[in-house]
């Protein structure tokens, strides 16, 4: 079974601040997909970032940057410089390899993000 | 690319009736769509998942009496809910996965959301 879990359930911090989301997955695939979604408060999911087992490089996009750590199996989302506008709902979410349902989603159960001007 | 849309964003409707929701690929074929739903300050929920030409699979739980799902084309699919009630209420989210080999990522729609009278 996969499991998705965001220990952080609301986090609040000072625009310009850097944040970091935490993510922790299980799962017995040995290959497999990890995503961030970001929800803000008009309700739809953007898609932010895909990353395969099998490539634990970081990424980094403009002012966001992703740790994935197969050793601790983990997959941590990082805001630098944070603006009001980052505020929202951040889902991460685990996929398998298979066909059909093997390739569902298995979503967290979200980090809110309140960024403060 | 990759523009998921929905159609209604809100409805309204008294109890006893059936709603109707529509979602669809924009610009890619979605050989695969997902129902989802959230209640407010929760995760998403999967409904069921519906491959293009045959019959949705139902998450446990789900009423498939209830929840009728039809993806007749590569880029629609829709959700009636039938003899809505007030506990059907919610948020209710669509997402399309192509047909690529290869092609992992689940875009969302922007939502419906319903509220039942």
């Known amino acids: 079974a996969q499991k998705v879990t965001q220990a952080q359930t609301e986090i609040s911090v000072v625009e310009k601040e850097d944040v970091t989301l935490d993510c922790v997955y299980e799962?017995?695939?040995?290959?497999?997909?990890l995503f961030w979604y970001k929800q803000p408060p008009s309700g739809e999911l953007v898609f932010l970032i895909r990353?395969?087992?099998?490539?634990?490089q970081n990424e980094i996009s403009g002012r966001y940057s992703w740790n994935f750590q197969k050793s601790t199996s983990s997959f941590n989302f990082t805001i630098t410089a944070s603006q009001v506008v980052d505020s929202a709902v951040y889902f991460c979410?685990?996929?398998?390899?298979?066909?059909?349902?093997?390739?569902?989603?298995?979503f967290g159960s979200g980090t809110q993000l309140t960024v403060l001007p | 690319g990759a523009v998921v849309s929905q159609h209604p964003s809100w409805v309204i409707c008294k109890s006893g009736t059936s709603v109707k929701i529509e979602c669809r690929s924009l610009?890619?074929?979605?050989?695969?769509m997902f129902w989802y739903r959230q209640f407010p300050k929760q995760s998403l929920m999967l409904m069921a998942t519906?491959?293009?030409?045959?019959?949705?699979?139902?998450e446990q739980g789900v009423e498939k009496d209830k929840f009728l799902i039809n993806h007749a084309s590569l880029t629609l699919s829709t959700l009636t809910v039938t003899s809505a009630h007030p506990e059907d209420s919610s948020f209710y989210i669509c997402?399309?996965?192509?047909?690529?080999?290869?092609?992992?990522?689940?875009?969302f729609g922007p939502g419906t959301r319903l509220l039942v009278l």
């Open positions: 979410a685990l996929s398998g390899p298979g066909q059909g349902s093997a390739r569902q989603l298995t």
């Open positions: 990353r395969n087992s099998f490539d634990e």
């Open positions: 519906s491959n293009e030409g045959s019959k949705a699979t139902y």
């Open positions: 799962t017995r695939d040995t290959t497999y997909y």
């Open positions: 997402s399309a996965r192509g047909g690529l080999a290869g092609s992992w990522t689940q875009y």
């Open positions: 610009d890619f074929q979605a050989t695969t």
